[in-house]
């Protein structure tokens, strides 16, 4: 029997099988434990998933019917800042560089005010809409008034020529504001809050018209309520200030402000809407 | 020599198994194109609904002008879309929302692609109309997907 040439128990064998299982273990931990660390410690993940969370809840709030004004809130994460801006949304811990980003597609009715909100400066993101407008806003940002119009931007009169008077007084009664081509009457009575009525003739544009009305009144004080309501000359006396408006075939409305010292602002606010018009 | 064939080729198998399912299960939860898709198909829907100042929003009437209704400011985000109503016994009127992407991924899209499409009956210009809304998504937000 040659001794010399037995295999078994050789110590290269002995020794390289323990020492290779180890080094593959250790690969093996390395590999499984690294990418979770790197989920839980460099919070890649909640960016990852917050940037995209915010570019679909901005789109959400484009997704209601336009004339539904609403406040809806998302709960910011601590330490990240998040920035909205043109059809990017970027959330970032330190620096905008180090940010995960999500594009959303935006409707050119509205005007979305972008911002950047810088980490822990707020704790929720804000979107208020309001008409046309979009707004984000953080803790400290005040909330504007959600009674307001949707109106259709495109619909505007370009040929029509107005004469405005800006000095008339309809504190004391009705006074024409707007003549011409359209025919603005309107009328302003003291109460506790602020009320717009604006009643149209059968033209389609005098309904778009008054919309841009009350926009602008709204934009000179806040409302309690507005309606725009259609008026039918059969049923109203001559001497109503509303059965010369369904009179006119043109374009005619007649304004009826109610609040407190309204008169000089409701006269401003239906000049800017006429202005906007034609 | 088995330790050297058959134990590096198990463990390099396993390792990735164990760290790749994670990662797909987490990326999958950064690329809503389900919810997206669904938040997108609203809005298109609404945008072409008809407003009107005095009476609000009148949901079974399509927007006159169909085309200024339905466009939007598209970003680099791999998505395309068609609004098409078709008129009773009227012309089909239409647009295409990044026609360059919607044109080319409309062949493959079953294929290659994440496809939408909602059909509903409405009135358009006082006439029955079917209008649909179609949308193509990439799979993945992330890269360029192929052919498109």
Request: with cysteine; charged share 20%; net charge neutral.
């Given at each position: ?31 499984i434990?690294?990418?979770?660390h ?32 609403l ?71 005040k909330?504007?008034?959600l ?7 495109a ?7 107005v ?73 109203l ?20 402000v ?21 | ?53 005095v ?21 680099q ?12 016994n ?59």
């Amino acid at each position: 029997m040659n001794f010399s040439k037995s295999r078994k128990g050789q110590s290269e064998q002995l020794s390289l099988a323990p020492i290779l299982t180890s080094v593959v273990a250790m690969l093996v931990l390395a590999g499984i434990l690294l990418p979770i660390h790197g989920f839980g410690s460099t919070r890649n993940l909640e960016k990852k998933l917050m940037a995209p969370d915010i570019a679909l809840f901005t789109e959400s709030v484009e997704a209601v019917f336009p004339t539904v004004n609403l406040v809806v809130d998302y709960g910011l994460l601590k330490g990240f800042g998040a920035r909205v801006d043109s059809r990017q949304v970027m959330v970032y811990e330190k620096s905008i560089e180090d940010s995960a980003r999500f594009y959303f597609s935006q409707d050119p009715n509205y005007l979305l005010g972008y911002r950047d909100f810088a980490p822990n400066t707020t704790s929720k993101l804000r979107a208020v809409k309001v008409g046309h407008a979009i707004s984000l806003l953080g803790d400290v940002d005040k909330v504007p008034s959600l009674v307001a119009p949707y109106c259709d931007k495109a619909k505007t009169a370009q040929t029509l020529k107005v004469q405005i008077n800006k000095n008339v007084d309809i504190s004391q009664g009705v006074g024409t504001v707007v003549s011409g081509d359209v025919a603005v009457t309107a009328r302003a009575r003291l109460s506790d809050e602020v009320q717009v009525r604006v009643f149209v003739n059968q033209n389609p544009e005098s309904a778009y018209f008054a919309c841009r009305i009350v926009e602008e009144v709204q934009n000179e004080m806040p409302l309690a309520g507005f309606a725009i309501i259609p008026v039918n000359g059969d049923l109203l006396a001559h001497d109503d200030p509303r059965f010369a408006v369904a009179q006119t075939g043109g374009v005619a409305v007649f304004v009826d402000v109610s609040g407190p010292s309204v008169q000089v602002k409701a006269v401003r606010g239906i000049a800017s809407g006429v202005t906007d018009f034609v | 020599m088995i330790y050297w064939v058959v134990y590096p080729i198990l463990l390099t198998f396993t390792v990735l198994t164990l760290v790749t399912i994670p990662l797909y299960v987490l990326d999958k939860a950064v690329q809503p194109v389900q919810l997206d898709g669904a938040i997108m198909n609203e809005r298109l829907w609404v945008k072409i609904t008809e407003v009107s100042p005095v009476v609000g929003v009148r949901e079974n009437v399509v927007a006159q002008d169909v085309r200024r209704a339905s466009a939007l400011s598209i970003s680099q985000k791999q998505f395309g879309y068609q609004v098409s109503v078709e008129p009773k016994n009227g012309e089909k009127v239409g647009f295409v929302g990044n026609a360059n992407f919607y044109t080319c991924a409309l062949p493959v899209a079953n294929l290659s692609f994440v496809q939408f499409t909602q059909r509903r009956q409405k009135f358009y210009k006082g006439v029955p109309a079917g209008v649909t809304v179609d949308q193509i998504f990439a799979r993945s937000y992330d890269g360029e997907q192929k052919g498109c």
